[in-house]
């Protein structure tokens, strides 16, 4: 089996430890039935160690010392799986532990925010809005990890010098996403990083090279439609601009109704296009960012991811 890089968890009186394929990730570091926690969490010999501890040296350089929020979907399957249900999920499968990935919140100078649609042909979350990510490899910090897959999806080439970088949040992300639609078969947590950079989205669009097997649509959303996104509240606009992503990879302006981006998973029967509930999630905590006296978004509002 070749290496990866998956979550552990310490505490003052333990050594870091793997975390099992069907153990929540919140649930274990919240001790309860809470949602979100407060965690600090650092990268070390290919080991994502997760810990409540804030001394000097137990996070990663781009945390604030506080901690960043660790949240799940009040329908994850991890927090409502069955003994039954848990025993008919393969053996190789719960041997193994609970991966690691990273997304790129890109924000312009001008306040844009980078988001992809994924493309039909991938596995899993296909024509969902996410933005650009994937899993950390072996012996890659996340920063290195975000910035190889933000070029690898959209041809974006940034100078890690010349960004200021932010970790927003971590979430814990299961396939299925809900019980409704069938048993888990990937656990991950998500590091949702900022990245700020000096070019604004019009620059940055020209730069643009998205590749056609990951990414079938990008769109550059502003703080006003994320907030009209995550409040459901009315908009003064029905429609977006969006550029699609051909075969060849060249890009076609279209447009795409604001609606969309309000849609939730159903529980049952093909997925709809809309903003994953993690990307929600993480766009809610970006527009604190933007406004410290924000609201934060309360992810309940989804039925399910």
């Given amino acids: 089996m070749s ?19 069907l153990q929540s990730l919140v649930g274990l570091m919240a001790g309860g039935t809470d949602d979100e926690v407060k965690v ?36 994850c399957p991890m927090k409502h799986l069955s003994v039954t249900e848990a025993a ?65 999806e959209t041809g974006l080439s940034l100078d890690p010098e ?3 970088t932010q970790t927003l949040g971590l979430w ?14 990937r656990h991950h947590i998500v590091v949702y990083v900022l990245l700020k950079t000096r070019k ?22 502003d703080p006003g439609l994320i907030r009209t996104v995550l409040s459901q509240e009315d908009c003064n ?3 977006v601009w969006v550029s699609e992503v051909s075969a060849d990879g060249s890009l076609t302006e279209i447009l795409v109704p604001v609606s969309v981006f309000r849609n939730s998973a159903p529980d049952h029967g093909p997925d709809l296009e809309r903003i994953s509930t993690g990307t929600k999630f993480a766009l809610g905590l970006w527009l604190q960012d933007l406004n410290p006296g924000g609201r934060p978004w309360n992810c309940s509002q989804e039925s399910t991811k």
């Fill in 172 to 185: 814990e992300s299961v396939f299925p996403a809900a019980l409704s639609r069938g048993l888990p078969q």
């Fill in 162 to 164: 010349q960004v200021q």
């Fill in 3 to 21: 290496l990866r890089v998956l979550v552990h968890v310490a505490s003052e009186r333990s050594s870091p430890y793997r975390v099992p394929f």
């Fill in 88 to 152: 008919s999920i393969p053996l190789d499968m719960t041997q193994g532990g609970v991966d690691v990935g990273v997304a790129i919140l890109l924000q312009s100078s001008n306040q844009r925010l980078l988001l992809t649609r994924r493309a039909k042909t991938l596995r899993i979350f296909t024509n969902v809005w996410v933005p650009p990510g994937g899993h950390i490899e072996p012996d890659e910090t996340v920063l290195e990890a975000g910035l190889r897959e933000l070029k690898e």
């Fill in 200 to 221: 604004d989205h019009e620059e940055l669009q020209e730069e643009l090279r998205p590749s056609a097997v990951e990414v079938s649509a990008c769109l550059w959303a």
């Fill in 40 to 75: 600090n969490f650092r990268l070390e010999q290919n080991q994502f160690i997760l810990s409540k501890d804030q001394r000097p040296g137990t996070r990663d350089q781009y945390q604030r010392p506080e901690g960043v929020p660790l949240r799940r979907a009040p329908f």
């Fill in 237 to 239: 606009q029905d429609s």
